[in-house]
């Protein structure tokens, strides 16, 4: 079973390298009009060259995975705003998709939590269609959008899930076909459990993120054994490796919150129920050390006999 780990957004180690630097509505709307576009692209143009950093990064240390920042581009889908954040940056885009095509990286987005298709209210649906189409955009102008994902939740329940669940299906219908095609579904720590997410992305034939400590927050009837087997196989219509999210508690009193660090006591259970299908898998840390979290973790699971480490990021059991 081999597994790879990567991490979402900001390589800490690297020296202001945030990839999200941001300008606000508000602040562009104070400057001259004559400024605006040229603070657009000073701020985006700063966000792609971290990203290059952090890509270089990756590279050197091995890294296959990687979550780009959503914050790339300020105000990419602001309806006041609505600017062209493709053409002056062409270059760019492309060499950060040549970097990720000879090295072989997994690239990802993960749109905010805004980004829904169960709202009774068509605005929120169009914008959740508008801000999926944006990461497409960028993916596309990498040229990866076809090895990448855009994953999401399937969001609130409105007091009656059932019906909900029906307006996402019918939603859903709103998005385009080839965005669709690169999309994944996760589950939450609140509302849509393990089960309910499984049983959507069968409905749809979409791929299923299993996030482990959602999953420790919003549990199943059913042991997760149940389902890990499922999820794996939501998979097997694409040319993709299952991906995990995994993070553990800040504290118990504070369950959901992700912690600085991933707990290997509080992991561990997982790797030794996913060995015993035998599956390989990614895994994309979500702990809020970033990098410096997920190299700690894979160290500490190569610590254990009958685990090796294969490369710098990448164990193998």
Not at 3 to 30: C, H, I, M, Q
Not at 154 to 171: C, E, P, Q, S, V
Not at 188 to 205: P, Q, R
Request: charged share 25%; with cysteine.
């Amino acid at each position: 079973m081999k597994v790879r780990f990567g991490y979402v957004a900001n390589a800490l180690s690297l020296w202001d390298a945030s990839p999200s630097k941001a300008l606000t509505f508000t602040r562009y709307s104070e400057l001259p009009k004559q400024e605006r576009l040229e603070k657009l692209k000073s701020v985006t143009a700063q966000n792609l060259y971290h990203t290059k950093r952090i890509l270089h990064y990756n590279i050197a240390h091995e890294i296959k995975l990687y979550r780009f920042s959503s914050s790339l581009v300020p105000l990419a889908t602001h309806p006041e705003v609505n600017w062209d954040f493709i053409s002056p940056f062409q270059s760019e885009w492309k060499e950060l998709g040549q970097l990720i095509k000879q090295y072989e990286m997994r690239p990802s987005f993960h749109p905010n939590q805004f980004t829904l298709f169960t709202s009774p209210k068509d605005d929120v649906t169009k914008n959740a269609v508008k801000d999926m189409e944006f990461h497409y955009k960028m993916l596309k102008a990498m040229d990866v959008h076809q090895s990448a994902i855009i994953n999401i939740h399937i969001g609130g329940a409105y007091g009656d899930k059932k019906n909900t669940l029906k307006r996402f299906h019918h939603n859903l219908q709103t998005l385009p076909t080839d965005i669709k095609g690169q999309m994944t579904l996760e589950n939450d720590d609140k509302t849509y459990n393990v089960a309910e997410t499984l049983a959507t992305c069968e409905k749809e034939n979409i791929p299923m993120i299993l996030d482990y400590h959602h999953h420790m927050a919003n549990q199943t009837e059913n042991n997760l054994s149940v389902y890990l087997p499922k999820i794996f196989h939501t998979w097997h219509t694409t040319n993709k490796t299952p991906k995990i999210h995994l993070s553990s508690p800040k504290s118990d009193q504070a369950f959901r919150s992700h912690a600085d660090f991933v707990s290997l006591k509080f992991v561990l259970p997982f790797f030794e129920l996913a060995r015993e299908l035998n599956q390989d898998f990614d895994v994309m840390i979500e702990a809020k050390q970033k990098n410096v979290a997920m190299q700690q973790l894979v160290e500490e699971l190569a610590s254990i006999r009958g685990i090796k480490r294969i490369a710098s990021s990448t164990i193998m059991w």
